[in-house]
């Protein structure tokens, strides 16, 4: 496979014109050479938190506050997973996860609820799909054994010690949300060694002295934080310590399209569209422990294909911005992803 157009290439993410080279879901050389496409070649995104049970409550909630909404055991959001029928949910988060894909996500990684039975409700919606959508169990540690790795909600919540422990023998990551309402639960989150944080929207630099020290990735939501009221994560200090990462969290709060989040974030911070467009490609493989993210020889052909010639991108002048600042589902010609 051959795609034309101006290449969004290399870790620098650099424009070039020219072509691409995939060969058996592999990407072979990026060539540099004169083309009329206008289309618009990004890695494909990854999609690195989200809650996409959710998707058989989207909108549900309106003026209730995000503990009502959403904390276990008795928030809003479980109340409605215990009353749905896995049939509806299967088929809620399948519509999800298509979207997902259509709209340039390669890989999701989802803190699935429901204990073993919701991890394989999952396996079963993703089927027939190539997104690859990465399970992280929610409470008994023994969804390890058909989980993909263990998400906790915070230290706030519970003792996550031995979730910790038995992921670490099961050689499987495990991740924590933290600082989301309060700093309270930051520090325990820390010390118990996790692979990835999730929010720290409330998080200061004694925080953040730490999260670098031990070079433990976050993974920032924030439209989801604005909307639920907890206030706007502090991305750009985030990334002077660590590895950032972007999700979309609750599908009952936010669509979850990586280029919302993209636009959200250059347009409510001083962040580079760079490293946002790293934010939603290449930190995301790193929390999700997968090849890829960006385009180079020897990478997954994980790609996003968008019209540059659409009434949306036509006349852009930088290709970056443009992706990050402006383009939308609408935008997207093709999603090539390897079969997951």
């Known amino acids: 496979m051959i795609i034309d157009g101006t290449i969004v290439a290399g870790s620098e993410f650099e424009p070039v014109e020219g072509r691409v080279v995939v060969e058996d879901g592999s990407i072979q050389a990026v060539e540099e050479a004169d083309t009329s496409s206008d289309d618009i070649v990004i890695p494909a995104f990854v999609n690195a938190h989200t809650h996409v049970g959710d998707s058989i409550a989207k909108e549900a909630g309106g003026g209730l506050s995000l503990e009502e909404l959403v904390a276990p055991p008795d928030g809003l959001k479980h109340q409605l997973l215990a009353e749905a029928s896995e049939a509806e949910q299967v088929q809620a988060m399948a519509r999800s996860l298509s979207f997902m894909q259509a709209s340039g996500t390669a890989t999701m990684l989802d803190f699935r609820e429901e204990g073993k039975q919701g991890v394989k409700a999952l396996r079963k919606a993703a089927e027939g799909l190539d997104i690859k959508a990465l399970a992280f169990g929610r409470g008994d540690p023994a969804v390890l054994d058909v989980a993909d790795g263990y998400g906790a909600s915070s230290t706030n919540d519970g003792e996550f010690g031995p979730a910790k422990e038995a992921a670490a023998d099961a050689g499987k990551p495990f991740a924590i949300h933290a600082g989301e309402r309060v700093a309270s639960d930051i520090h325990p989150a820390i010390d118990l060694d996790p692979d990835h944080l999730v929010h720290m929207v409330q998080a200061e630099r004694e925080h953040f002295e730490r999260v670098g020290a031990n070079d433990i990735p976050i993974v920032v939501s924030p439209r989801s934080n604005l909307v639920t009221g907890v206030g706007f994560p502090p991305i750009s200090e985030m990334l002077d310590y660590t590895t950032v990462a972007l999700g979309t969290d609750n599908v009952m709060l936010n669509n979850p399209s990586m280029f919302r989040e993209m636009e959200f974030v250059a347009k409510f911070t001083e962040v580079s569209a760079t490293a946002i467009l790293d934010m939603a490609t290449r930190a995301g493989r790193r929390v999700t422990n997968q090849p890829g993210g960006i385009i180079a020889p020897g990478e997954p052909g994980a790609l996003v294909v968008l019209n540059g010639d659409s009434d949306n991108l036509a006349g ?23 079969e997951s």
């Open 316 to 338: 852009y002048q930088d290709p970056v911005r443009a992706v990050v600042r402006r383009a939308g589902v609408d935008d997207v010609k093709a999603v090539h992803l390897p």
